[in-house]
């Protein structure tokens, strides 16, 4: 089994990596505390058409494979989970569905501006009593002459207030629940469409959560994105996809912290001597490592099955289970080797400890990865 990356996806993770250094790097910390969107550095790494890294080149992407997004993902993290938390749903949740299913105008005036960085994207799935039981829904789009018009309130959406256009997920037509599950393409402007309250986070918390209203809003019935009712069936491959980059977000946090307790403790010293050499701190130097490399093999595993075309629903899911559980454990336990100075935010693990959180919940609970990965391996045959 061959674990070596290729000297395409190598001279991708050195170019990723510069460009950061270079241009988000500097204003990581400033991003977490002033709570802002950054849009000049989202149009500067856009313009360098990192965002259109999934999509192919016929469209003006860069037509690279799972891994290569994987990489992406993990770099932007380990600088900034504010900045890769809105870059990562640019790179797929807010512009996969458009990619996929909108007219060729509709990807030429958004898709192609949008992997440039000049337009952004989001998507809308969950609600104020909705999360992860998307059959509970209470978005309808109903059917009106040429058209749908949508009415429902969305919560928690990524970029919503700076989004230029939203994926929304809406039940249509006669049926309910899951069977009616439609996604619709909303553009900025849209009569009945606007933006609610602004939810104040602890984590990525330069890249905004909020409110999205739809009050009778009408669009038009080329903004039906794929077919109607036929949301779950898409979904399917899509979430393996988000899960692998939740989990490489977990792994690019928890590479940094690791990276920042290891420095401390060299550092440091105590007794006459640096911290790294007491046994305790080893002992979480030693735990935290073996825990990162197991989340690497994990993730990237599950990114090489995605791009073999091979089956992932439940790879992804333990992926991102495993990723994001062991970003806690390792932030945490980089706080704690800072001593008092893990709570300063003079150090980036004051930051990180709070970013950590975010990964817990994106892309879904932990608790729902695991009742996912228990069903997938009881309806299916013994692990080989």
């Keep these: 089994m061959d674990f070596d990356l290729t000297k395409e996806q190598v001279f991708f993770r050195e170019n990723i990596r510069r460009a950061l250094r270079e241009v988000l790097s500097p204003h990581a910390a400033a991003i977490d505390k002033e709570d802002r969107f950054p849009r000049e550095l989202f149009e500067e790494i856009g313009r360098l058409g990192y965002f259109g890294i999934r999509y192919p080149q016929e469209v003006g992407g860069m037509g690279g ?20 938390a809105a870059a990562t749903m640019q790179c797929l949740m807010g512009t996969d569905f458009i990619h996929r299913f909108g007219t060729k105008e509709q990807k030429e005036r958004l898709l ?12 809308a799935f969950t609600e104020p009593d909705c999360g992860s039981d998307l059959g509970a829904m209470r978005t309808m789009a109903h059917r009106d002459g040429e058209g749908y018009i949508l009415k429902g309130r969305k919560l928690w959406i990524t970029s919503g207030d700076v989004a230029d256009f939203v994926t929304v997920a809406a039940l249509a037509g006669p049926s309910k629940g899951l069977k009616g599950l439609t996604f619709f393409l909303v553009e900025k402007g849209t009569h009945g469409f606007s933006v609610g309250q602004k939810i104040e986070k602890m984590s990525a ?3 905004p959560a909020v409110e999205l209203i739809f009050d009778e809003c009408r669009i038009p019935k080329e903004n039906l994105l794929g077919e109607e009712g036929k949301g779950l ?22 590479k940094s912290s690791y990276d920042a307790g290891l420095k401390y403790a060299r550092g440091r010293e105590a007794f006459g001597r640096p911290i790294a050499n007491f046994q305790l701190i080893q002992d979480k130097i030693a735990e935290m490592e073996t825990r990162i490399r197991s989340a690497w093999l994990l993730t990237y595993y599950a990114a090489w099955l995605k791009d073999k075309g091979l089956a992932v629903k439940k ?19 980089a706080a704690r ?47 080989e």
Excluded: N
């Excluded at 494979?65 to 890769?84: G, Q």
């Excluded at 192609?112 to 998507?123: D, F, N, R, S």
């Excluded at 069903?375 to 013994?382: I, P, Y």
């Design 112 to 123: 192609v501006p949008a992997m440039g960085g000049q337009k952004i994207g989001t998507i």
């Design 205 to 207: 918390r330069g890249a």
């Design 315 to 333: 790879e992804s899911a333990i992926a991102k289970l495993f990723s994001t559980e062991t970003a806690c454990y390792v932030v945490d336990q």
């Design 233 to 254: 069936k898409y979904l399917e491959s899509f979430l393996s996809e988000v899960r692998i980059m939740i989990a490489a977000l977990g792994l690019g946090l928890a």
């Design 65 to 84: 494979d799972c891994i290569t997004f994987t990489i992406l993902a993990e770099e932007i993290a380990k600088v900034s989970m504010s900045f890769a």
């Design 337 to 383: 080797i800072h001593g008092a100075y893990g709570i300063a935010v003079e150090y980036p693990a004051e930051r990180y400890y709070r970013d950590a959180r975010f990964l817990l919940y994106a892309g879904g609970t932990s608790e729902v990865m695991k009742t996912l990965i228990a069903k997938e391996s009881t309806q299916h045959k013994a692990m």
